[in-house]
């Protein structure tokens, strides 16, 4: 795979984190719950230092990009995607952002499945982890919310 190549998978997934941007933004500004306002804005922002990272490896060769693999509790995968409104409660919000996250995850994933040179499947598992981390981080969050009846 040449560099021209990388550039547009990287560019791809900025427009990725450009999207999630918007999500978590728009999610924001639908919601009145203000811890929700809180997680959503600060989920936007990780987004778009995520963007700006993509952005930097565009200029740079890619060597830099590691990501350590974290937790994957799976309570995404076994929730229904709930739809977006304003008066959403906590909990279905934060299995929104949750599947948004594993869908994420699951295309990059596909992406370095798919990939028969080494660094470009390195490529893709790197942001996929990168994926996997904002879910585990959402998955925490539902696991301290949902079942508040255990503590």
């Known amino acids: 795979m040449n560099m021209s190549q990388y550039k547009a998978i990287v560019e791809i997934a900025v427009g990725n984190e450009e999207e999630a941007y918007e999500f978590y933004k728009n999610a924001a500004q639908k919601t009145k719950d203000p811890s929700l306002i809180s997680i959503f804005s600060e989920l936007a922002k990780e987004e778009l230092k995520h963007k700006a990272l993509l952005q930097g490896y565009l200029n740079d060769d890619f060597s830099g ?3 350590k693999e974290g937790p994957d509790y799976k309570i995404a995968e076994s929730l229904p995607l709930p739809q977006l409104t304003s008066d959403m409660k906590f909990t279905d919000a934060i299995v929104l952002a949750m ?3 594993q869908q994420a995850m699951e295309m990059y994933q596909s992406f370095a499945d798919a990939s028969a040179d080494l660094n470009q499947k390195n490529m893709f ?5 990168m994926e996997k981390g904002h ?3 959402l998955e925490d969050i539902y696991n301290d919310t949902a079942f508040v009846e255990a503590w």
Request: aromatic share 8%; no cysteine.
């Open 135 to 137: 879910k585990a981080r």
């Open 125 to 129: 598992l790197e942001l996929a982890m």
């Open 99 to 101: 599947k948004k996250e």
């Open 65 to 67: 990009m590691v990501f």
